[in-house]
């Protein structure tokens, strides 16, 4: 008889940045997500394999609907920074190894039209509807848009439809 795995959950994907105001106007100011936790620290470079051992960073995580899990870290390094990010081999084009950040909004209309304003972003779809199958037959509806944020982070933005 075997023991039933105890599932895994999701709390959080952190982004790297080198620059911490964009993001936060992108993530929190126009997403809407709400600042959990904002602090100073000094990482030790034993988990994380970046930046050089106990360099000073800044790490704000952000909540979304749910308290426990849907949250986005968002950490910078401050002494010595991080160097910069490799350019895109392709631009508008994610490739294998990379993430997709899949989100849901009730105004992707209202988020697109803000988003226009943001420098850095490179926006890969205007909004447009999507149809999926749902499991039993039917369609699931979207309104969609799809962007790099200034960061290179792909973001899928997706409304709910039916």
């Known amino acids: ?94 490739r294998a190894g990379e993430i997709v950040f899949v989100m849901h909004n009730d105004d992707v209309e209202g988020v697109y039209q803000q988003l226009l304003e943001v420098e850095g972003i490179e926006m890969v779809s205007e909004p447009h509807i999507s149809e999926y199958p749902k499991d039993g037959g039917g369609v699931f509806r979207v309104l969609g848009i799809s962007f790099f944020d200034p960061n290179g982070y792909f973001i899928e933005l997706n409304q709910s439809l039916n």
């Open 1 to 94: 008889m075997s023991e039933k795995k105890v599932p895994t959950d999701f709390r959080r994907v952190t982004m790297m940045v080198n620059e911490m105001d964009t993001p936060l106007k992108l993530y929190k100011d126009i997403l809407g997500m709400e600042v959990y936790y904002d602090q100073e620290i000094i990482v030790s470079g034993k988990g994380l394999p970046a930046g050089e051992p106990d360099s000073k960073t800044r790490l704000v995580l952000l909540q979304c609907n749910d308290p426990y899990i849907g949250m986005l870290g968002i950490l910078q390094y401050i002494d010595p920074p991080l160097p910069a990010p490799l350019p895109r081999p392709e631009p508008n084009r994610v």
